[in-house]
């Protein structure tokens, strides 16, 4: 095969070689994934369908004029393979539950499908994907149909044909299960696809559940994967498959219960080192300046003792800066005026901020000194 570059141009995403045709699939055309491989030598990383032509978009620079082309078949089988599935998968929800598909993404890892329901019962999604998966192992003949326009009402279309298209139309057919319109790459018999497997799924624009899924060897890298995951945790947590949920149920609530208790404890030791912390605390004029550099579960703590004390000002280490807190003292506008100094970040209201700094007490005591005179 070969195509004819016009013209090369350098963007953001690298070298660009246009042409008016190509046989490169262009990314994104009936949801799917375009093709991937190499024009004269140079990798394809994007194929891009515009008005004045095929954007190929590569990782080094090219020559304008014709050049060899080289595609990869593997990638377009697998993108075949993740198709088929999807006409399959959303077929049998609409023969299981009656719920149309509303949109179709491919991705290179995993693929989703739009359900025009929410929520939609685990039952549902069990029995849909065990009907897709019948309809796999029986190994249905997938064909292609060329008609005319005025000829499409005579195929059963899971979905109506837009108004919009004209001219000759393709129809995919799962042999007795399912018809639809399409300009993707499909398999020849629903075998070649292996298994259909659902993955997750979630409610997505208040109405719709955006099913996840996988087929073919990606099915097979996702079960994997998930063996290999479950396999080292009944290794670690030395119970069988069938014990593994109750004991991480165990595991969890035993976590709880001690989370509880500690957040416990460190209310109270907050109450007791809050007086010390007073005590020798650096005065600036008739500000009283606290730091704590200790435990996150007792710092956040320290402002329930502390925090409505008059003339006090407390600063809690945390990730990244400093939680600060004061009842005299304009937070926010402190917090502004040293980030004005240093060019830190942070903000917060009238009694309680963050500043994101990693400036140590001694340097803090220096600043604080000059703002609050």
């Known amino acids: 095969m070969k195509v004819v570059i016009e013209k090369v141009v350098e963007d953001k995403e690298g070298y660009v070689a246009v042409s008016k045709e190509s046989p490169f699939y262009p990314d994104g055309k009936g949801g799917q994934l375009g093709d991937r491989g190499k024009i004269g030598g140079v990798n394809v990383k994007k194929v891009i369908q515009k008005k004045d032509g095929i954007y190929h978009i590569v990782d080094k620079k090219i020559e304008p004029g014709e050049h060899e082309v080289w595609i990869d ?152 994967k998930r063996v290999d995951i479950l396999k080292n945790l009944t290794s670690k947590l030395t119970a069988s498959v069938d014990e593994i949920e109750n004991r991480i149920e165990n595991i969890l609530e035993d976590a709880r219960k001690k989370s509880s208790t500690l957040d416990k404890i460190s209310e109270e030791f907050a109450g007791v080192l809050s007086s010390e912390l007073i005590k020798s605390a650096d005065n600036l004029g008739n500000i009283s300046v606290i730091f704590y550099d200790g435990f996150e579960s007792v710092g956040k703590y320290l402002f329930k003792f502390l925090g409505d004390k008059e003339n006090l000002l407390i600063f809690v280490k945390v990730n990244g800066g400093y939680e600060v807190g004061s009842s005299s003292i304009n937070i926010s506008e402190l917090i502004k005026k040293i980030n004005q100094k240093i060019g830190s970040k942070g903000g917060g209201g009238k009694n309680r901020g963050r500043l994101m700094t990693d400036l140590k007490k001694e340097k803090l005591l220096e600043l604080l000194k000059d703002l609050l005179k």
């Open 73 to 224: 078949e593997r990638r377009r089988k697998d993108v075949a393979v993740q198709h088929t599935a999807q006409h399959i998968l959303s077929a049998a929800f609409a023969e299981v539950a009656g719920i149309e598909t509303v949109s179709f993404h491919m991705g290179e890892e995993v693929s989703t499908i739009d359900l025009g329901a929410a929520p939609v019962l685990k039952e549902v999604m069990d029995e849909a994907e065990e009907l897709a998966n019948k309809i796999v192992l029986e190994n249905r003949q997938v064909k292609e149909h060329i008609v005319e326009r005025g000829d499409v009402e005579k195929f059963p279309l899971r979905k109506p044909l837009s108004e919009k298209v004209k001219g000759k139309v393709r129809i995919i057919e799962v042999e007795g299960f399912d018809f639809s319109a399409c300009g993707g790459f499909h398999v020849k018999n629903t075998g070649e696809i292996g298994l259909i497997k659902i993955i997750d799924c979630e409610k997505v624009k208040g109405s719709l559940t955006r099913v996840y899924y996988v087929a073919g060897t990606r099915a097979l890298r996702e079960c994997r």
